[in-house]
């Protein structure tokens, strides 16, 4: 079981004062406003940093992360993934998974036939 999942993507900048841009990995964006702090995981490692504001724009999460103040620093943010801590996270519905909970899982058909990988 993996430590932490996977919420999204800094895919962009956004103004002059630091925002960033992210793409949801969630069907449920509005939970970036329950977060006080997220990870970001790039070539550097793995860091927490703190969220300042969050404004939504069509399906695109703006974030203003602490001690990011320009564009060019926001800009070093860019590719990296925002994870949170996953014991920390609510409960799941019955029947509702994480997609990195199935993947490598073996599918079978309702007739008990197993699909085979693609690769």
């Not at 079981?1 to 841009?21: A, D, P, R, S």
Request: proline share 2%; no cysteine.
């Amino acid at each position: 079981m993996t430590k932490y999942l996977e919420i999204g993507q800094i895919v962009n900048t956004f103004g002059i004062k630091g925002m960033v841009k992210v793409k949801p990995f969630t069907d449920n964006i509005s939970r970036f406003d329950e977060l006080e702090s997220v990870y970001i995981k790039n070539k550097e490692g793995i860091r927490k940093i703190l969220i300042q504001d969050v404004k939504y724009h069509k399906n695109v999460v703006m974030l203003k992360l602490e001690g990011i103040e320009t564009v060019e620093k926001a800009d070093e943010l860019r590719q990296s993934y925002l994870l949170v801590d996953r014991d920390k996270e609510k409960p799941l519905d019955e029947g509702v998974y994480y997609i990195v909970d199935l993947l490598g899982l073996e599918v079978f058909t309702d007739k008990g036939e197993r699909l085979r990988n693609s690769r």
